[in-house]
């Protein structure tokens, strides 16, 4: 089946540092990617999307670009802030399966 | 526009109880599917409606289920609750199915804690 693999957590980082949070995916056919983001004691919130290949995907200064030969869409951040600590989830759906499939979080945390 | 809602936010029960939790969708959403969240096992898939029906459904035992109103709201119930049912539930909401390209938006979540 559909499966999701992103970068194993935590992560911690400074105020104004670079973020790169590694996901592949496995699927058939053609899914569509996700980036949710969840803050401490919420629920998740979409943060991009991409629908095809070489889509990006951008919100907030994130950005996703997804990559069908390397079967990717690993997260970026040029300048992470404080407010960034969270964790991130990368998931996928189509591509053969009606499920929404979740990796298993990568948690952020960004000191000042 | 209203978010996804979810009621209620907390709730303590003891093994062998039975639970049921309440979503309500965004206006307009037909599509409600359920997830279980634990620190171990992450985000799990539980099941999904759509108009009424059950579309999909994950690898969970019987004593999990659901149903969707005509409004869309959904319930879902857990009977003879265990100790490993302990998570965060949480209810998302679409336009349209899962495995379109219609995002899913998430309700806050209700931490059940089974002790």
């Known amino acids: 089946g559909n499966s999701v693999t992103q970068m194993e957590g935590p992560v911690t980082l400074s105020e104004e540092a670079f973020l790169t949070i590694n996901c592949t995916y496995t699927?058939?056919?053609?899914?569509?990617l996700f980036w949710y983001v969840q803050y401490p004691g919420e629920g998740l919130q979409l943060l991009l999307k991409a629908t095809k290949a070489d889509d990006k995907g951008s919100n907030k200064g994130f950005e996703a670009t997804y990559r069908k030969e390397t079967t990717s869409f690993h997260l970026e951040k040029g300048s992470v802030q404080v407010s960034d600590s969270a964790v991130y989830f990368c998931a996928l759906s189509g591509g053969g399966s009606e499920k929404l499939v979740f990796g298993k979080g990568t948690k952020l945390t960004v000191n000042p | 526009k209203a978010g996804v809602t979810q009621t209620p936010r907390y709730l303590i029960k003891t093994r062998g109880q039975q639970v049921t939790l309440s979503c309500s969708p965004i206006s307009g959403h037909r599509s409600v599917s359920w997830y279980q969240q634990t620190p171990g096992q992450g985000l799990q898939f539980l099941f999904e409606?759509?108009?009424?029906?059950?579309?999909n459904k994950g690898n969970f035992p019987g004593r999990f289920s659901g149903r969707q109103f005509s409004n869309s709201r959904s319930e879902m119930n857990v009977s003879t609750l265990e100790l490993g049912d302990s998570a965060l539930y949480l209810c998302?909401?679409?336009?349209?199915?899962?495995?379109?390209?219609?995002?899913?938006?998430f309700g806050p979540g209700t931490r059940l804690t089974v002790t």
């Open positions: 409606y759509f108009s009424e029906t059950q579309r």
């Open positions: 699927a058939t056919g053609y899914p569509s």
């Open positions: 998302a909401s679409s336009l349209s199915p899962v495995g379109q390209t219609y995002e899913q938006y």
